[in-house]
Every structure is written in C-alpha cells, then in structure tokens.
C-alpha cells in the first residue's frame, strides 16, 4: 500500500510540475491573442473535460505503439515503449488534467489590465520582470488554484491511467486501480482504506483552493476564478 500510495503522489506531483510549465504559456496565449484559430485551440484543451477517459486511453495507447512514429522513437531514446510503464502515466495525466490547469490561468490572465503591463514596460521591466514582479503577484491565486486542481484531478484519474498503464506494482499501479482491484477481488476493507485516503485528501486540497482563492468556482465545463 505505501509504494501505491507513493507512486500516486509522484504521479501527481510531477504531472503537476510539467503542466504548470506548458500550461502557463498556453493560457497566456489563448488570453492575448485574437487569432481566428484560439477557439479550436480552446476546444482542443477543454476537450478532456467532456471526452470519455477511455477514448482518450484507447487513442492514446494507439499514439504509443512502438510500431508508429512516436512510440518507436521513444523506445529508441529510453528503451522500453510509454504504454505501461510510468512515463506514458504522466503524458497521459497531463493531457487529461491539462484544461484544470488552463482555464483558471486564462481566465486570470484576461482580467489581468493591460495598462498594468504597459506601465511596468514603461519603467524598464523586461519580460522576467514582468512574469515575476506582476503577473504573478497579480495572478497567485489562480496558480495555486490550477496547481491544487491539477495534483487532485491526477489522483482520482482512472480510465486513462487503467488503459494506459494497466496495473503493474511499483510501476504503474497507483490508487484508484488498487482501489478497482480490491472491489473486483471483494477485499472491501482495502477498498475502504483506498476510499478514505483519496476522498480526505481530495477534499482537503480543494478546501485549500477555495479558502486561498475567495470565492473560486468550478464548473463543469470550466474551470475559472
């Protein structure tokens, strides 16, 4: 139980850390630019949000075959394919957790004023400065909101994790598939402990996005502060 429960949190965590990376630059440019393309884009982020689990599992286990493009160029680099093993966990748990960590960034990065940014310009901020001195001072919440989201939507993950990783122990058998294999097997009291972990720790990173973010609201099909 405690390598599961390590393996989840590591799961949760690094995915967390690469989607704030990726997902900073593209809410930023979904919320400034006035291309005729952002909408698709946007559709294209949020599509996790109503897609279901397994189709994005399936496609993506189709995307990891070592005979196709990407996955033989990755087995050339590492040596083993993505599908089972913890890497193809985390590509998968960044795209599907990938509009948790967008919306709430672009939606702040809209309110941000303009006349903010160009003030800071005016007095010789660089574009680190920038990032650093305004944008996210002016935006803290929602990036703890969006990094809270992102490591509690990766831990309940369970359809894309099960089709893509299966459930090999210490490699891709995090809590929610322990939690489906102790209900296939009738282990009810693991089945409990497995519940009760991820329903207390879930509520309390949420009350931590709400308590931090005065007011955050989350709606289904978006998610904004």
Known sequence: MTTTILLTLKLA??????????????A?????????????????????????????GFYLLVLFDPTRPLGQFFVQVT??????????????????????????????????????????????????????????????????????????????E??????????IPGETLVLSIALFDAVETLDLETAHRISAILLVFSLLLLTLVYRSSYGFKIRPSAVSE
């Open 28 to 56: 930023w440019w979904l919320a400034k630019t006035r291309l005729p393309g952002r909408s698709f884009i946007e559709a294209l982020v949020a599509l996790p949000l109503v897609l279901p689990p397994t189709v994005l």
């Open 79 to 156: 040596g083993h394919s993505l599908a089972f093993h913890f890497s193809g966990l985390v590509v998968a748990s960044v795209i599907y957790s990938l509009p948790f960590v967008v919306q709430p960034l672009q939606s702040a990065f809209v309110r941000l004023p303009d006349g903010l940014l160009e003030t800071a310009r005016v007095f010789g901020a660089h574009t680190l400065d920038l990032w650093v001195n305004v944008i996210f001072p002016s935006c803290r919440r929602a990036f703890l909101a969006a990094a809270t989201l992102a490591f509690a939507h990766t831990l309940g």
């Open 158 to 167: 369970f359809g894309v994790v099960l089709m893509i990783g299966g459930a």
């Open 13 to 26: 965590a690094v995915t967390t850390v690469i989607l704030m990376i990726l997902g900073t630059p593209l």
